[in-house]
């Protein structure tokens, strides 16, 4: 990483928003700064570490594995963003691995200073009461469209929790960039071949539009449409 040290900082964290500019400089001081290149293991699923990792670039891959070995990839953190807190909180040993998919620049935080900014600033605890909350009611659409969705409505599903609105062209939503087949297929438990014959056969219908990297969603309202509607098909069926 860049050894300036004007860069080795977490002001933009929107954990850690609430804190002065001499309590960021305080708490990045005391950070370990380290670099990590695309498929490098972080952390491993079991590991005793209770570190909480802060991404100031790049991409991070949290996964498990299945009892016959099968990857799956139960979130993606990009920059801005953190994980490992739910070991720092429980002692728990970990309950994922987390691989760079990416060249990602992240800083470590130890527990220690982590777990006192939790119970010494209320603002800092409630904004990592949204974050849990954020990831149970995440985790529960999965788990529900894991028994109500086939595969490629998944895969669409995903492809909308992905999008985010374009900046350029008011109401057109666009996923940037759009992860490997096999990054989707693991996060929707399917296939890469699925993944790809779901995506590409929206695009004569112009629902989607590849652009390079990027993958636009030209109506997100008929994109939900259909997987609601396909929903309540295969609910019908049962």
Partial sequence: MNSNAAEKSLRGFSL???LSDEEIKSVSSRCRWRTYNRGETIL??????RDVFFILRGAVAIVSFSGAGREVTL???KAGDFFGELAAIDEKPRSASATAVEKSEIAIMAPDIFT??????????????????DVIRTSGLRIMELSTLQAAQRVYAELLRMAQPDVAVPGLWVVRPLPPMHEIASLTSTTRETVNRAI??????????????????MDRGKLEEIVQSLQAHHNGRK
Avoid: H
């Fill in 200 to 217: 590409s056969q929206l695009y004569p219908s112009g629902l989607l539009k590849r652009k390079g990297r990027n993958l636009f969603l």
């Fill in 75 to 77: 979130a993606t953190r």
């Fill in 44 to 49: 491993d699923k079991d590991s005793t570490s």
């Fill in 116 to 133: 006192d900014l939790v119970r010494d600033r209320a603002d800092v605890g409630f904004m990592l009461l949204q974050r849990l909350a």
């Fill in 16 to 18: 850690l928003r609430c």
